[in-house]
């Protein structure tokens, strides 16, 4: 089945760190572009982060450039954020995204996982 | 930031009917850069139409897109069961994409 399946979601304090990832299973995952993209609570969507196939070309939204790192590990089939410095508003749940293209971005997705709830909170 | 409103907020709505949700630009959508997700709680979010009117691999027919400049439609010619759900726009025209805030179509 061609799936992404999020993880590494909880609880954590203002300042504090946290580690998703996101498995890839079903289709080539060193094929395709990913992003990472979260919903606030009652908020809609929000991009916040690009990597292309080899890990040379990333982006990231404001909001979280310089606190986030994307990377990803192809022989694992894996997709990771690392999030340093969270701040309250960083709430939400994240979801992982593959982008339709393939070696370069069309920067609409189409494969998603159902989401990992962070909470940050003192 | 291109900022996307989408309205109605909530469309009640009875399966059978015709669903039209807008989304309107703040700034013109720079070619056919526009796209359309469905999600269910849950659920992982889905892709419908892409490219302002080409539906994603597996979309049914009662689902098209159309618009131009600054306004959107997203059509469902029929609503079936499964239909119900929050639909999201998005424009990937101008960095970053955006994304609208949803409209929730929920049963009458």
Same mark, same amino acid.
């Given at each position: ?51 292309? #196939? ?31 410095? #969270? ?29 990992? #709830? ?5 | ?108």
């Amino acid at each position: 089945e061609v799936q992404l399946v999020e993880s590494g979601g909880g609880f954590v304090q203002p300042g504090g760190s946290l580690r998703l990832s996101c498995a890839a299973s079903g289709f080539t995952f060193s094929s395709y572009v990913m992003n990472w993209v979260r919903q606030a609570p009652g908020k809609g969507l929000e991009w916040i982060s690009y990597i292309d #196939l080899t890990s040379s070309t990333i982006y990231f939204a404001d909001s979280v450039k310089g606190r986030f790192t994307i990377s990803r590990d192809n022989a694992k089939n894996s997709l990771y954020l690392q999030m340093n410095s #969270l701040r309250d508003e960083d709430t939400a749940v994240y979801y992982c995204a593959r982008d339709h293209g393939q070696t370069s971005p069309y920067w609409y997705f189409d494969l998603w996982g159902r989401g990992t #709830l962070v909470t940050v909170s003192s | 930031e291109n900022v996307l409103t989408q309205s109605p907020g909530t469309l009640s709505l009875s399966p059978g009917e015709r669903a039209t949700l807008s989304c309107r630009a703040s700034q013109s959508v720079s070619s056919t850069y526009f796209a359309w997700y469905q999600h269910k709680p849950g659920q992982a979010p889905r892709l419908l139409i892409y490219g302002i009117s080409s539906r994603a691999t597996g979309i049914p027919d009662r689902f098209s897109g159309s618009g131009s400049g600054t306004d959107f439609t997203l059509t469902i010619s029929r609503l079936e069961p499964e239909d119900f759900a929050v639909y999201y726009c998005q424009q990937y025209g101008s960095p970053p994409l955006t994304f609208g805030g949803g409209t929730k179509v929920e049963i009458k």
